[in-house]
């Protein structure tokens, strides 16, 4: 079973590749933008998120945290973006707007990433790496295959359109590409456990050190 699905994702990557090479690059040119967003700020643009980061530091290290509201809000947040890939799969206009939630994932981790960074230095890529790379080991993943298959979903709509002599079982790939997607979220589910349970122990702990 196990080998089965390996040749099946390894046949999907070699089918697409194109594609995968697209929407990495848009996540890293959104990384890219948001760190570079951060020295583009204005003093006072910073000194406000400093005294923000300051007062979540001392919050999180005086407080209880609730992870089941965290787990709502990740799991809100992220499968809501997940959904929203889902749809414009199905439509013919959908793949710019794809790739412009996966640069605007990218362009969040890369300011985030890099405001800690930048205020904290070596303290801050510590705290980066444990605040936020757990959960995106399992999140970020999920987002590029649910990207590529939803361009992918879409170009077969488009080329169904264009040319009448290619035809394919929509309804068929429709089940297929829908089934996979939520196969995928349930992943994202994972990672939200992750952001909401295990995350917040390695902040606790990092806090106190900020």
């Not at 979540?56 to 809501?80: A, D, M, P, R, Y």
């Not at 794809?98 to 800690?116: C, E, K, M, N, P």
Request: hydrophobic share 55%; net charge positive; aromatic share 12%.
């Amino acid at each position: 079973m196990l080998r089965k699905l390996r040749e099946i994702a390894l046949k999907h990557i070699q089918g697409n590749l194109i594609i995968y090479f697209i929407v990495i690059m848009f996540l890293l040119i959104g990384i890219s933008a948001g760190a570079f967003t951060v020295k583009a700020l204005s003093d006072g643009k910073k000194q406000e998120l400093i005294h923000y980061l300051r007062s979540f530091f001392q919050f999180i290290t005086e407080n209880h945290v609730e992870s089941f509201s965290i787990l709502k809000q990740s799991l809100f947040n992220n499968l809501q973006t997940g959904i929203l890939i889902w749809l414009l799969g199905v439509t013919i206009v959908g793949i710019p707007f794809i790739l412009l939630l996966i640069a605007l994932r990218g362009f969040i981790i890369g300011f985030t990433v890099g405001f800690f960074i930048e205020q904290m230095g070596l303290k801050g890529l510590l705290f980066s790496f444990c605040s936020i790379l757990p959960q995106n080991i399992l999140i970020i993943p999920c987002f590029i295959v649910i990207a590529v298959i939803g361009i992918s979903f879409s170009m077969m709509i488009i080329k169904n359109k264009l040319n009448k002599t290619y035809k394919s079982d929509i309804l068929r790939q429709f089940v297929i590409y829908s089934s996979v997607i939520a196969a995928l979220f349930i992943m994202i589910v994972l990672g939200g456990i992750v952001e909401a349970y295990i995350t917040p122990v390695f902040m606790k702990l990092l806090s106190g050190y900020m």
